[in-house]
């Protein structure tokens, strides 16, 4: 009787501790993070000029997994991208498979072999191995803001499946400052895939809520997330959300390889998937 009364209760706990220490970690690295970006001296991205500032395309990839089989789609993609006419590419995490230097470091001279600028948000795969001290000295920062034409681009770091109060806060005085028309925001955790939620996720529904209501407050037009390895998007409150993370050959079921191409037309964007 004791047995089982014993069983029975310390399963629960001991789901809870570990829960906590996991919670405690992530946030932990989630607030370290920023605080890097915000104090730190990192490589940052600045505005780009765009020649028709009304009138401009650029590609989002997800996903890249750099470094894995599956994970070999990216020049390709860039190319394409570059050849469409696209003016830069933003990629939404998950750029390399574990993180590691060599994977990082290909990520970057496959963009900059492919002749296209190209921007990236952090996924929790860039610091499975190496860390942030890795993605930290080879990519820069992951949390940043930029202009290019008529929009403002915003790249969020949800590496740990989290925004951090701080790094909201950071959203909210960014978004204050911004006097552009158009808003994008990148990040690689989604808020929705499609109609459905999922364990793909931001983890917490109270960040959630707060973050859709920014969106919503500022008026930004899409939120590009990936995490999933497919598309999804849906709209809500004035904001379109997609996810785009099927730049790889490790596909979620039922989704195909590809990216997406946006296209800015004044205060219209537009959405075109591109297959790979
Ligand atoms: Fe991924």
């Known amino acids: 009787m004791t047995k089982i009364r014993g069983v029975k209760f310390f399963a629960p706990i001991s789901i809870i501790i570990i829960y906590l220490a996991c919670t405690n970690i992530q946030t932990g690295q989630t607030t370290q993070r920023f605080y890097d970006n915000i104090n730190g001296n990192l490589r940052t991205y600045g505005d780009l000029t765009i020649t028709t500032p009304t009138s401009f395309s650029f590609s989002a990839m997800g996903d890249t997994h750099i470094g894995s089989s599956g994970g070999a789609l990216m020049a390709r993609a860039l190319q394409m991208s570059k050849n469409d006419g696209d003016s830069f590419a933003v990629i939404a995490g998950d750029d390399s498979n574990t993180g590691i230097e060599s ?12 002749g296209l600028t190209a921007f990236p948000a952090i996924g929790n795969h860039d610091i499975f191995f190496g860390g942030w001290a890795n993605y930290k000295r080879i990519i820069g920062r992951s949390i940043y803001s930029l202009n290019a034409g008529n929009t403002h681009f915003i790249f969020l770091d949800t590496a740990n499946g989290a925004f951090g109060e701080d790094q909201l806060h950071w959203l909210t ?3 204050n400052r911004n006097t552009l028309p ?7 955790f989604p808020i929705y895939i499609g109609e459905f939620s999922s364990l793909y996720k931001i983890s917490s529904d109270e960040e959630a809520t707060i973050f859709k209501n920014i969106m919503h407050k500022f008026g930004v037009n899409l939120v590009i997330s990936g995490h999933y390895h497919g598309y999804g ?21 039922g989704n195909r390889s590809g990216y997406v191409k946006v296209t800015v037309s004044g205060t219209d964007l537009s959405i075109r998937q591109i297959e790979l």
């Not at 994977?103 to 492919?114: G, M, R, Y």
């Not at 158009?182 to 690689?188: L, Q």
Request: aromatic share 6%; net charge negative; with cysteine.
């Open 103 to 114: 994977e990082l470091l290909t990520f970057l001279s496959q963009i900059s072999d492919s």
């Open 173 to 175: 005085d960014d978004l």
């Open 182 to 188: 158009n808003k994008v925001v990148i990040m690689h």
């Open 233 to 253: 998007e849906k709209f809500i409150g004035g904001t379109r959300y997609i996810v785009t993370g099927a730049c790889n050959n490790i596909l979620d079921i």
